[in-house]
């Protein structure tokens, strides 16, 4: 960062984005919290008073000079940049040197600081002009206070378009959440009327600080991604080597919202909006959500400031990003990166109530279906007591499907069905409970989506009274369809999943019914899914996991539902009391 504040040349000046930088109370708190960011500061705090209009910033960064807070407030006036060349490469969060000079224009601003390295600080008051019309020693500690007193009292017709000052206070709290989420390092204290409004603790990333804010999601429900330019194929310019992204989402099993309110990008540690990254932030979470229900994901990208133009909005929102497609690229990559299974985002936080109840519920009704390996000799099978084994054939199928797959290498075996509908699985950091309809849904609509095929039915299917929106239907999935008489219409292809089944022919009224072809892969895969209650062997069962730990999204189902409920071993020591000391006193 530069040192001592300075007017900016007339030439640069003339090349910034003009535009109002003040306009609301969010706005005030927003441009004085960035200087305090610029300044180094490791704790900030904010005061508002909404009856007087007043907002007080505190930081404990690097402070400015008696000679700096002079210059402080007069227009385009900063210690950010120099010259034009310098808008090519912003690297601080102002630049413009325009907000104090507007603040002191719309209120009656103050400014006390005092720098690090010295003994003495001062206090200054403002004109309307920017210009000091007060300075006295002033007793503070190493850093600065900025106070906005009044704010809008010379311009009352902008207090009256403000919206109400509930929205107001709700819009502040937004841009301290923003900004706490971009610099974790920083500790935020929020006072309204000198109570305690908001406080926001620092932590080593935004996976600390995100479940300070949305107080219904744990950090065991979030999984953070980083990636790094480094030792992969040439980029694209030699400035990409030093970029990387930072990506915390919300595990699509465990938390989602109800609004897309919370689908956000940051660039060099300022929200943005960039709506292409936006939405491919949500077709990364496509058929991973239930139905109504949008991802927690937050996007952080550290990019050269070669690669972009702040200069676009005085807010700052809006930028140029250079190379939009490949950062839209690597973003896909990290989603699909964070979204796939793993020990540590399977932390058993979240699971350990639920996974009790279920030790309890086994422990009362022992009725644990373990089925043994054929390959142990004693060639034994379970009856099973489910009551749907019309689908008995398609478990048998998954012995011979993908029979390249390396299940030597698989990180889960399969020890146990449980009530024919879950298969109990050993894994090296715990056991998993897997439900066996819809992880073998996830698997096989992702097989629907990588290879959707028509095949000849044997027999074709006459369907009756389809109407012309019906048969324009199947016609656009892909099935071959013509009419046979009055009133009815002669199918001879089919999907491949679906030409063995019995029924077929319900199975295409129902694709018939509407949707595009993403919902038509769903229907498919949920119908062709093992049904809950059929019985299989533990090798089907260790089959199907395998293929299951081999998709891309195997969290969730296409319809958003979670597929394996872990229980890691350290759930399991404390539920038998492995911690306890066992001595003389315990009668041994």
Known sequence: MRSGIEALPLDVVHLIAAGEVIDSLAAVVRELAENALDAGASR??????????????????????????????????????????????????????????????????????????????????????????????????????????????????????????????????????????????????????????????????????????LRDVQESDLQEIVWRNEGEEPPISPLFCSSSLYLLLGLPDRCHRHRPDWIRVALNGRFVRIPELEQTLLTGFRRTLPRDRFPVCFAHFYIPPEHIDWNRHP?????????????????????????????????????????????????????????????????????????????????????????????????????????????????????????????????????????????????????????TAQVEQLQRLG??????????WVVRTAPELLVQREDCAAALWELSLGGDLQMAQVATACRSAIRNGTPLTLEEMQTLLDQWQQTRNPRTCPHGRPICLSLEESALSRFFRRHWVIGKSHGI
């Open 315 to 467: 807010a700052k929102s809006e930028v140029y990003l250079h190379h939009l497609d490949y950062w839209r690229a690597q973003l896909t990559h990290a989603i699909d990166k964070a979204l796939q299974l793993s020990s540590i985002n399977l932390s058993d936080t979240l699971y350990f109530d639920r996974a009790g109840k279920v030790l309890k519920t086994a422990e009362a009704q022992s009725q644990y279906n373990v089925r043994r390996s054929q390959t142990t000799g004693d060639g034994q099978q379970g009856a099973g007591d489910g009551q749907q084994v019309d689908n008995r054939g398609q478990g048998a199928e998954l012995e011979t499907q993908n029979s390249k797959l390396k299940t030597q290498n698989s990180s889960l075996r399969a020890i146990a069905q449980v009530h024919n509908m879950y298969i109990l699985a050993e894994h090296p950091s715990g056991v998993w409970l897997i439900e066996q309809h819809i992880a073998h849904e996830r698997v096989l609509y992702e097989q629907l989506c990588d290879r959707w095929q028509m095949v000849p039915l044997r027999s074709p299917i006459i369907l009756n009274q389809l109407s």
């Open 44 to 213: 900030i705090s904010i005061s508002l008073y909404p009856n007087q209009w007043r907002v007080r910033v505190a930081d404990n960064g690097q402070g400015m000079s008696l000679e700096d807070l002079q210059r402080a407030a007069s227009p385009h006036t900063t210690s950010k940049i120099r010259d034009r060349q310098d808008l090519t490469k912003i690297t601080s969060l102002g630049f413009r040197g325009e907000a104090l000079y507007s603040l002191a224009q719309l209120a009656n601003l103050e400014i006390v600081s005092r720098p690090v390295d010295s003994q003495e600080g001062w206090w200054v008051a403002y004109d309307e002009q920017g210009k000091p019309c007060q300075i006295e020693p002033a007793a503070i500690a190493p850093g600065t206070v900025v106070i906005a007193d009044n704010i809008f009292s010379n311009w009352p017709a902008r207090r009256q378009s403000l919206p109400p000052m509930v929205q107001q206070l709700k819009a502040v709290q937004t841009v301290v959440h923003q900004m706490a989420l971009c610099h974790p390092q920083i500790t935020w204290q929020v006072e309204q009327d000198e109570c305690d409004w908001l406080k926001l603790w620092m932590g080593k990333t935004a996976r600390q600080i995100l479940p300070q804010i």
């Open 479 to 488: 099935i071959d369809v013509e009419p046979f008489g009055e009133q009815a």
